[in-house]
């Protein structure tokens, strides 16, 4: 069976960092991409960062240089390292698998989600 579980959000000041993890079992890496998705209130599920199964990576343009993902293999763990927060990346973050690997930033293209963990950067 196929889980997902994210940790790490918190509430931190604008400027600083977080680093959220994504607890993989049932499935490795190969076999599938890992994306790592955001929730704000009133908006649409956003695909932030992804990566596929032969490491490929995706930043979405509103993270692109402050985001950074990376995984260890050994750990089935992703984690998403995110640096200079603004408070425009308050949201609930959510971790997903998508099977056959290939790249894909939008949330429709993945079977398996994990719980969300919220972030919450002040000003």
């Known amino acids: 069976e196929v889980q997902l579980q994210a940790s790490g959000g918190g509430l931190v000041q604008a400027g600083g960092s977080l680093r959220l993890s994504c607890a993989a079992s049932g499935f490795t890496f190969d076999d599938y991409a890992i994306g790592w998705f955001r929730q704000a209130p009133g908006k649409e599920r956003e695909g932030i960062s992804c990566?596929?199964?032969?490491?490929?990576?995706y930043y979405a343009d509103s993270v692109m240089g402050r985001f950074t993902m990376s995984s260890d293999n050994a750990k089935n763990t992703v984690y998403l390292q995110m640096n200079s927060l603004e408070p425009e990346d308050t949201a609930v973050y959510y971790c997903a698998a998508r099977a056959g690997g290939t790249l894909s930033a939008s949330a429709r293209g993945y079977q398996h989600w994990g719980q969300g963990t919220q972030v919450t950067v002040s000003s």
């Open positions: 990566v596929s199964g032969i490491g490929d990576t």
